[in-house]
């Protein structure tokens, strides 16, 4: 069968074959395979779309394009994944907490372009701290400490890897099935039995809103299942920053603080429902009230930051950090940035705030950018606060002043204050369980 | 703008603008463009379609990015294009009759891959006849004799060629407004002031249907008319050789044959009816009629055949072939075909009999085939026609024994023979007059 054949099906309009499918994950993995037929072959697919069962057999064959790892971690090795946000650094506070409760947390992490590095890139602005690990001493780490973070080993799904390159350059992005098969590859491929995936939805989210965030959970938790992982999924609003830091250092400063007991809000609620889900899922807890309270008591107790600290001196990092968030890099400036009305904050562009922080050096635009781990921002307000012109709604943290005035004019560009008080949506829109039954939580 | 921001539009079914439509023509003229961000547009176009400005406009881009030639050849430059069948060598019927009249054809073909050669291909067939002239000397014969013949000359439409070449490996060939603009940026380039196209239809052409064969031909004759060329279309009927020689030798054979009055049937009177619309578009004559007497006294004066004669002088060839066909490359072997059943001949799948030409060497499947001039076939019987079991219903000339194997089989299964007698449809099955008036002829 030629590529040439399967491109006219999808054209066409035809659901592809198992067989069809099987040729088209070789030949993205194959050199020789012209780049410009898997393009029309993604502008195919992206206009026409993939059905659940072409969906699941492409990510299933693009996973077996390289190596299929299967973990010993002594348990359920539980994975967690975003879709990706800004100032989303629930990993760093769920990975620990939910080991801290007897979960084995492996998180395989990119390190991607955006607005800031991935988990990854967050973790190495801690001194020391090492994410390249052969697989032996990563699964070491789950198996003694309970949660490691690493950055993608081996060869995973290679046919994925050549995709997602030319979806960026070819308008082909922006297809549920592509996104979903490609997320659920690499998952697929490393090994986790159980996996909790946050699907971001709003302006700084790459689904704009709930129905088409329900559309791509389903279509990963479809896939996980139909591989015999254990799936669930939340939907969460991503209309605003997360947590209130955006920035790699900043970051991990935030979740130390959460693991201390010393902040609340967004980012904990959500990493406590993901985590929540986590212990379901690895069969740790029976019911979501005893996970929620094993979580809420790791907290209270601070087995979560402690838990944290072992991974951080298990990865060769000065867990330190923990105790003392002055170790962490800083930037040299710091200024407010001011509210320009008097009324609410009715609006926080999100893609425009995530790029306020990669223009202040946090994220890459290319592959070979270098992330200044000090640089990114604080905001001050969230969605629905009053706000008095002139009040700072947000601080910068930087290096360059040129840099800083043009993320100040990236953020400001992001905000409307406006005469009326908005009432934000929940945090969580909508969950999916394991048995498949769909929920908007109060 | 940025190519990816013209592909987004496109992919979600947006019309492009005029500066869209500019820069995706440069963009494809450009070699720095990668084919992977054409493919993908192209599939997105193949798609989502086109409407009638938007094609017109890339047509006028696309000639835009070569040379553009206005042809002084002393009169209405006139030119014809088909779309391409078998046996459908009408050019070499009606370019020396139209000139003949006192119509002026400057008729740029090219060699194209295919069952047999393009029209330059056909020619190349008389001993010393030339088909690359330096622009000087084809215009003095069309201003001469009234016609010339050449290969596409200097560098026309180079966006089309990349994106032609492009479309034949990514699916994207079957597009009217890729297939019309295509064409057409070529005939603008080209510079001829009035274009008569014959679209063809049916199994041996790139249209299925009269329906999809109306669609292109309405679209070309909007681009000519959009960019003030004089325009007028035929729809005639591929469903079965036009001719009933095919080869390159074999072709030319018979147009001598019909300009010399031996011969007449279908190639004879698609050349009429295209021919009338030449000399009408001209302002050769002033209606139909007129034009139909002048190309019918000319063929019975034989000045058409004379005016072929003078026209392959003028290009270097012997014109002695024009009262001796014997003079052209003869195949070594001939061998009858025969029917394998009785009764009527209700199909002959023309792709299949294009396919059984080009299997004796008649055609060129890549770029540097190497054509054989003499091989080819003859057909015996038409559709409609009663045939007997044994009877001999075409002929081969070849010079390969296993070739012959081969093409014999492809005819074969081409042919149908069933017990009730078909009734063919016409050969001419609509027009589209200059002034964009649509019939179906009797």
Redesign the interface.
């Known amino acids: 069968m030629a590529l040439?054949d399967i491109?006219?099906h999808k054209?066409l309009g035809f659901a592809l074959s198992a067989g069809e499918i099987q040729e088209f994950a070789g030949a993205a993995k194959d050199p020789g395979t012209?780049?410009?037929?898997?393009?029309?072959l993604?502008?195919?697919i992206?206009?026409?779309g993939m059905d659940a069962r072409e969906t699941a057999e492409l990510t299933l064959a693009m996973a077996h394009t390289g190596d299929m790892l299967s973990p010993d971690v002594g348990g359920v090795a539980v994975d967690k994944h975003s879709t990706g946000g800004v100032g989303d650094t629930t990993t760093l506070v769920l990975a620990p907490l939910v080991a801290a409760c007897g979960g084995r947390v492996l998180k395989m992490s990119g390190r991607g372009l955006g607005h800031t590095g991935g988990t990854v890139d967050k973790l190495e602005s801690i001194p020391g701290f090492q994410t390249e690990l052969p697989e032996g001493d990563f699964l070491r780490i789950v198996r003694e400490v309970g949660c490691c973070v690493v950055g993608q080993t081996g060869e995973l799904a290679p046919a994925d890897k050549r995709l997602y390159a030319?979806r960026d350059?070819?308008?082909?992005v922006d297809s549920i099935p592509l996104i979903a098969s490609s997320i659920m590859s690499k998952k697929l491929a490393g090994g986790a039995q159980a996996i909790v995936l946050d699907v971001k939805c709003g302006s700084g989210a790459l689904m704009k809103t709930p129905e088409d965030s329900l559309l791509l959970a389903r279509a990963m938790v479809d896939i996980g299942q139909r591989n015999g992982r254990r799936m669930a999924a939340l939907i969460t609003r991503m209309d605003e920053p997360l947590g209130s830091h955006v920035g790699n250092a900043l970051e991990v400063k935030e979740a130390i603080d959460v693991l201390a007991g010393r902040v609340g809000g967004p980012l904990l609620q959500v990493s406590l429902a993901l985590g929540t889900r986590m212990l379901l899922l690895s069969g740790v807890a029976d019911t979501a009230q005893q996970a929620q309270e094993m979580l809420d008591s790791a907290l209270r107790a601070g087995s979560g930051l402690s838990k944290l600290a072992e991974m951080i001196t298990a990865q060769g990092g000065d867990a330190r950090v923990c105790f003392d968030t002055g170790l962490l890099p800083q930037a040299r400036f710091q200024r407010p940035v001011k509210a320009k009305a008097t009324g609410w904050l009715s609006r926080m562009d999100t893609e425009l705030a995530g790029e306020a922080a990669r223009l202040l050096g946090a994220g890459r635009r290319r592959k070979d950018d270098v992330i200044d781990p000090a640089v990114g921002y604080m905001t001050l307000k969230r969605l629905g606060d009053k706000v008095v012109a002139g009040e700072a709604v947000a601080r910068l943290y930087y290096n360059d002043e040129a840099l800083a005035v043009q993320a100040e004019e990236a953020l400001q560009s992001a905000l409307t204050v406006s005469p009326d008080k908005p009432s934000p949506a929940p945090w969580i829109l909508a969950r999916i369980d394991q048995d498949g039954k769909e929920t908007s939580p109060a």
Request: proline share 5%; aromatic share 4%; glycine share 4%.
């Open positions: 040439i491109i006219n054209k012209p780049d410009y037929q898997l393009a029309a993604l502008m195919a992206r206009i026409n030319l350059v070819t308008g082909t």
